[in-house]
């Protein structure tokens, strides 16, 4: 036989082995998610390989994109991670802001009670303390019975704390000419609070007044050497049942 009808007998043989070869492999790198182009990317692969070489190659193939394909779903999943925690911290962040405003509103509230139910200084300006609680002396007939604010005549007086008026006008408002114009309040602890040597009483008898409220203006009326405040803090509304007002309004919390 020829060389020429030899390689005409067997050429039928080696095409269908070389197609059945580059199917398979194709078909491997199809299935592993790779593509003809990838395969044959670098000259003729199916040439000069195995099919021990090709199913090789169409594993790692396989792997890559097997690798490729779990970073991707890592990179998405730590990506909704992210965006997911950021909400959380986003949502904290509202709550505690929240939780401030909340606090400072609380504050300013109680702050406001308190100016209008708490106790505060007769005087809201400038003075000078002429004369403290036990002082003697020729100005006294017995220990001074209250504090003395040294202030022009006509400064605004206003009450300690929320109170009851029950006592106002002339004559130390029933407790004698000494006190000039004066006035009392009860107050919600059962003290009371009085005012003296008043040049104008502002308020009458059963009037409700608030902390801080005006209620009269500073003068020089009755027993007195000048224009000032006198204040007394009682337990009772009458004259003889004084305490020292300067160490009670501390105790209240007034400087």
Known sequence: MSRTHLSRAFLPRLRSRAGTLTIGACAAALLAGGGVAQATGNGDLFATSSSTDLAHYAATQADLRQSGAATDAKLAIDGKATEVQTAVDRAAKQAEAEKAAEAKAAKEKKAAEQKANGWTAPISGGYTISATYGNSGNRWAAGHSGQDYAVSSGTAVHSVAKGTVVKAGGNGAGDGPAYGNAVVVK???????????????????????????????????????????????????????????????QNKGVG
């Open 187 to 249: 107050h919600g602890d059962g003290t009371y609070s009085q005012y003296a040597h008043l040049s104008q009483v502002q308020v009458s008898v059963g009037d409700q007044v608030k902390s801080g409220e005006q209620i009269a203006r500073s003068g020089n009326t009755g027993n007195s050497s000048g224009p000032h405040l006198h204040l007394e803090i009682r337990t009772t509304p009458d004259y003889g049942s004084a305490v020292d007002p300067a160490k009670f309004l």
